[in-house]
């Protein structure tokens, strides 16, 4: 059974830090891997996807990589802002099991003026 | 206009009701989904639909069932709620001829059982 585990659950930083925030799963057979960011009350906004075959995807300060092998991806933010502050979820789409998407527990993100 | 619509957004209700929440899709696509989330558990499978004749249960779809009305909309309904089923519900949808396979979530239906 895949499980997707996410350290930190909680992390406060300052401002301009740049940070790094962390995923892992059991099993390496997934389809890809996907970033979201959760504002309090609020949906889910993708940030960003990683196919299986690739090794990371950058969108402005954001960057995600993915390593199957060890079953790990880091997603690093660059020079953070308070408007960063949010929980941020990974979870892996798992093809062969009906295109489920499995999801870690989150870390809570705070920048600190 | 949002793509993917929830309704309603917040519920308060009673134990032993019967609740409805409902989802539609303006994006076309042909895959919906139902998540609930909890504080320290993050998203958890209900059910989810490949397509209108399609339903499949999900990782906790005990004291849940789905109707898939049309392509556009996915309902989700609690026959008789319970308190431990309070959390925050999430509709999402995702297109089978997309290759990254990508999932788009509503905003979310924050359902409270007394």
């Known amino acids: 059974k895949q499980e997707v585990t996410q350290i930190p659950a909680a992390l406060s930083v300052p401002e301009g830090e740049n940070l790094v925030l962390n995923c892992s799963f059991t099993?390496?057979?997934?389809?890809?891997l996907q970033w979201f960011r959760q504002d309090p009350g609020k949906g889910l906004t993708s940030l960003l996807l990683?196919?299986?075959?690739?090794r990371e995807q950058t969108s402005g300060r954001l960057n995600a990589s993915l390593d199957k092998s060890s079953g790990r991806s880091t997603l690093y933010i660059a020079a953070s802002q308070p408007g960063d502050s949010a929980t941020y979820l990974c979870?892996?789409?798992?093809?062969?099991?009906?295109?489920?998407?499995?999801f870690g527990q989150g870390t809570e993100l705070s920048v600190k003026p | 206009d949002a793509d993917v619509t929830q309704t309603p957004r917040n519920r308060i209700t009673k134990t032993g009701k019967r609740i409805m929440l409902e989802c539609s899709q303006t994006?076309?696509?042909?895959?919906m989904y139902w998540y609930r989330q909890d504080p320290g558990l993050g998203l958890r499978l209900i059910y989810y639909?490949?397509?209108?004749?399609?339903?499949n249960k999900g990782e906790i779809s005990d004291g849940y069932s789905v109707s898939r009305q049309a392509q556009a909309k996915f309902s989700l309904s609690l026959e008789s709620a319970i308190p431990n089923q309070t959390a925050l519900y999430f509709c999402a949808t995702s297109y089978s001829g997309r290759a990254t396979g990508e999932l788009f979530f509503g905003e979310g239906s924050r359902l409270t059982v007394l």
């Open positions: 979870a892996v789409l798992i093809y062969n099991q009906g295109g489920k998407l499995i």
């Open positions: 099993d390496s057979a997934i389809y890809n």
């Open positions: 639909s490949f397509d209108v004749k399609d339903i």
């Open positions: 990683i196919q299986s075959s690739q």
């Open positions: 994006k076309g696509h042909d895959r």
